[in-house]
């Protein structure tokens, strides 16, 4: 087996957890770590035995990786796999793939034509209960995910929607087989610049309806998703990685409830992402989460984003009326 020669740019709190994981995949040599804060380049790459840099050059220059992962801040990630792209290098990058659609779209055009894996980091794809519903859902008339958690400052550059909708507006865009045909959302900020709350609805062209409710300010935490089919009502738990299946059937001239829980292997969702990413750059092959969807992710955030400020302009006018 060919081994790739990978690297991590951006080591905080996520991208510590993508170089430890390296260091655990078959077939992956993890060869260096970057980070603008030398300390924290330095405590990650003594504690894995790699070389830590700060400047993505001089990384890119000594090591010479096959692949590398970019957990930088939003901001950075179009000028970073940029970079790593121009120098034949196959690049996973964390979501949102980057802060404009046109960006993500000369992404696009830069990987097909080097013939480069670029992978956008959307992790719950590779969550073992996502993977499972993936293949029996079939035909969903309504989805509700809610996604829910305490404040934590360490995300400070993008608001709840970037940072968690992005998340299941990724997961429906995979399961509703269908263009969307309208949008609308409303958020709020609470504890930051950004906003901290948002909920959309999002109707597609054949009819399907998805309500999606994030918060970054709330005491409870949770992590879920339902979708009603037909005959069928299908709930995930995405910290579990738990799945329920809900039916009625009848007995005796009555309906009765009967809940499946199936079972299938669990296993850590990122490095099965990682394996994944590896796999596709020694292959050469197309990842599951590519940047077009990615673009498409995106792109329906950026929509989200519109419908929240168009509120706020709206209620910011009737107070001043």
Not at 107 to 129: M, P, T
């Amino acid at each position: 087996m060919e081994v790739q020669r990978v690297g991590v740019i951006g080591v905080e709190h996520l991208g510590q957890h993508h170089a430890r994981v390296y260091t655990e995949i078959l077939g992956a040599q993890l060869v260096g770590v970057v980070d603008q804060d030398e300390s924290r380049a330095a405590a990650v790459g003594e504690t894995l035995g790699v070389m830590a840099y700060t400047d993505v050059d001089d990384f890119i220059r000594r090591t010479k990786p096959d692949a590398v992962s970019v957990v930088v801040p939003t901001s950075l990630h179009y000028e970073i796999a940029k970079k790593a792209l121009a120098n034949g290098i196959h690049v996973l990058i964390e979501k949102p793939v980057t802060t404009s659609v046109s960006e993500a779209e000369d992404l696009l055009r830069l990987a097909a034509d080097s013939g480069l894996v670029l992978q956008v980091g959307h992790i719950e794809r590779f969550n073992s209960a996502v993977h499972y519903i993936s293949k029996i859902v079939k035909e969903p008339l309504f989805l509700q995910s809610r996604r829910l958690g305490p404040f934590s400052p360490r995300i400070s550059d993008v608001g709840v929607v970037l940072d968690l909708m992005i998340h299941d507006i990724d997961i429906i865009l995979s399961l509703v087989h269908s263009e969307i045909s309208s949008i609308s959302a409303t958020g709020r900020c609470v504890r930051s610049d950004h906003e901290d709350i948002a909920s959309a609805q999002i109707t597609f062209a054949n009819g399907v309806m998805a309500h999606v409710l994030v918060s970054r300010v709330s005491e409870r935490r949770l992590r879920q998703l339902e979708i009603m089919e037909p005959e069928r009502y299908v709930s995930v738990n995405y910290e579990t990685q738990d799945v329920a299946i809900n039916r009625c059937v009848r007995q005796n001239n009555s309906l009765v409830e009967v809940i499946e829980h199936p079972v299938f292997p669990k296993s850590e969702p990122l490095k099965l992402e990682l394996q994944h990413f590896v796999s596709c750059a020694r292959e050469g092959k197309q990842p599951l989460v590519g940047i077009t969807d990615g673009k498409r992710a995106l792109e329906v955030a950026i929509a989200v984003l519109k419908q929240i400020h168009i509120d706020d302009s709206d209620i910011r006018s009737k107070n001043l009326a």
